[in-house]
């Protein structure tokens, strides 16, 4: 039995009934926690159209992500399902994605694997990119990419949440998300605690979901950087810069991490709207990380509404 868990934030309906649509017959029951301050008349009556059931948790205020992916895991757990899905509001996933993660999943649990996640392939929705699987090679994450028609799992180590499939067993091993870092680099400290307690990720290339990653991704150098608010900037930062002193996230993420900091602390600045509350923002997450201040900022600075990751 799989529950959807979907994380609502300033949810747009045509949008949201999109998501809905595309996961009639593919789950079992959807559980949507809204992280939008404030009550919504609209939101209610959308899920009464919805044909399967449905269970929705407004949270009232912005509790983060990692936290509102919890409350839905908690439920799922308290409820008997087996697996859960966790989407964003924004995903759309393609007609049989949740089979052939499923069936993935299956084939390779037969192999001896131990299986933390399977994820679809991500295609972004406004530029066509297709994020890759990633192997940590001390100062450089090496992207893995599936050649077409491919149809085997490729083991990677970081993995975009939304679209993941987990067994709700695992979390007896590996624990919830970290609610304490509230937006940014959730999976991926998830996803390398898993692989500390001895569990895999995989991404699954013939299960396919559309998505929207950030405001849009420009080439810089060679590198694709996907564009974020100030905000939501601070965030990345500051949990990238926290996340680099674990030693559970291992040498190899950590050197990469932190040879990557420059690099983006110059370009989120330099493609800011307003550049001297982006330095501002990223110099204190910078302070932040370094000294484990965690948690959400005060409600002058909200994540923008398309901030989602």
Known sequence: MIAAIVVLYYPDRLTTARLLSSLEGQVDTVIAVDNTPGISETMPLLFQEYCGPVEYIPLGSNNGIAEAQNIGIMESIRAGFTHVLLLDQDSNPSVGMVRRLLDAERMLQSKGEMVAVVAPQIIDEKTGVRPSAVAYKWFRACEIYSKPGAVDPIRSENLICSGSLIQTRVFNDIG?????????GVDTEWMLRSQNAGYSSYCIPDAVMIHNLGDGAILILNKKLYVYSSVRNYYRVRNEVYLAGLKTMGWQWRAYALSRIPFHVIMYAAIANNRCEAIRLI???????????????????????????
């Open 176 to 184: 919830l998300m970290r609610s304490d870092m509230f937006i940014d």
């Open 283 to 309: 110099i204190k997450g910078i302070v932040d990380g370094v000294f484990g201040r965690l948690g959400p900022l005060s409600e002058k600075y909200q994540v923008a509404k398309n901030d989602i990751e």
